[in-house]
């Protein structure tokens, strides 16, 4: 069950619309590294995972990352509300706004659609929290190029808490794959899986 609270988990108020940047910053709602494919990927793996503690983590990480979806949704809206068509243009928004207009619509920074491929659940915990741990790396890198490209400190402030909460799941999810180790044979650990294989010691 979930409980929804009717506020962000860091606050978005942007002042100056910038079409050009939201093209940009849309990337981490539906690109390949962004928020959706993240809670997606966790969401999904916590079914299959063998211990509690990690099906936790998951659920929580898979649960924040819903509000990170939120969050970059927020900053999209505002930097393309009340835009002239002549702003559409000129930023070269207008191929999205065909499209879409200004609604929400998960795509990649380049134009590729959201697409289930971007994330994986493959049954296996230690294949998963090492794709998770990578995942976690390129959000984070992400967020850096974004910053490099980003002025306005309206953007920069929200974009900087993402980032920061990104680098804390990767250390989470690097607790939890010593974790998963410790469960295992350490001296056959690749050699099974615990999701599948009952031969546990």
């Given at each position: 069950?979930w409980?929804?609270?009717?506020?962000?988990?860091?606050?978005?108020?942007?002042?100056?619309p910038?079409?050009?940047?939201?093209?940009?910053?849309?990337?981490?709602?539906?690109?390949?590294?962004?928020?959706?494919?993240?809670?997606?990927?966790?969401?999904?793996?916590?079914?299959s995972?063998?211990?509690?503690?990690?099906?936790?983590?998951?659920?929580d990480?898979?649960?924040?990352?819903?509000?990170?979806?939120?969050i970059?949704?927020?900053?999209?809206?505002?930097l393309?509300?009340?835009?002239?068509?002549?702003?559409?243009?000129?930023?070269?928004?207008d191929?999205?706004?065909?499209d879409?207009?200004?609604g929400?619509?998960?795509?990649?920074?380049?134009?590729?659609?959201?697409n289930?491929?971007?994330?994986?659940?493959?049954?296996?915990?230690?294949?998963?929290?090492?794709?998770?741990?990578?995942?976690?790396?390129?959000?984070?890198?992400?967020?850096?190029?974004?910053l490099?490209?980003v002025?306005?400190?309206?953007?920069?402030?929200?974009?900087?808490?993402?980032?920061?909460?990104?680098?804390?799941h990767?250390?989470?999810?690097?607790?939890?794959?010593?974790?998963?180790?410790?469960?295992?044979?350490a001296?056959?650990?690749?050699?099974?899986?615990?999701?599948?294989?009952?031969?546990?010691?």
């Open positions: 069950m409980t929804y609270e009717r506020r962000l988990q860091f606050p978005v108020k942007i002042t100056t910038d079409p050009k940047m939201a093209s940009l910053i849309i990337s981490q709602f539906g690109g390949p590294d962004g928020e959706l494919a993240a809670s997606m990927r966790y969401l999904s793996q916590r079914y995972m063998p211990y509690k503690e990690v099906t936790g983590l998951l659920t990480i898979g649960t924040e990352e819903l509000a990170h979806m939120e970059i949704s927020a900053i999209v809206y505002q393309t509300k009340n835009l002239t068509l002549d702003q559409l243009k000129t930023a070269g928004f191929a999205y706004y065909i879409h207009t200004t929400l619509w998960p795509q990649a920074a380049g134009g590729v659609p959201f289930s491929c971007f994330f994986q659940s493959k049954g296996d915990a230690l294949t998963d929290l090492t794709e998770d741990l990578a995942a976690e790396q390129k959000a984070r890198t992400t967020y850096d190029n974004i490099r490209l002025a306005d400190p309206d953007i920069v402030a929200p974009i900087r808490f993402l980032r920061e909460r990104e680098v804390i990767f250390q989470r999810f690097g607790e939890a794959l010593v974790r998963v180790q410790e469960h295992l044979d001296k056959n650990f690749y050699a099974m899986n615990p999701e599948l294989d009952k031969m546990m010691s």
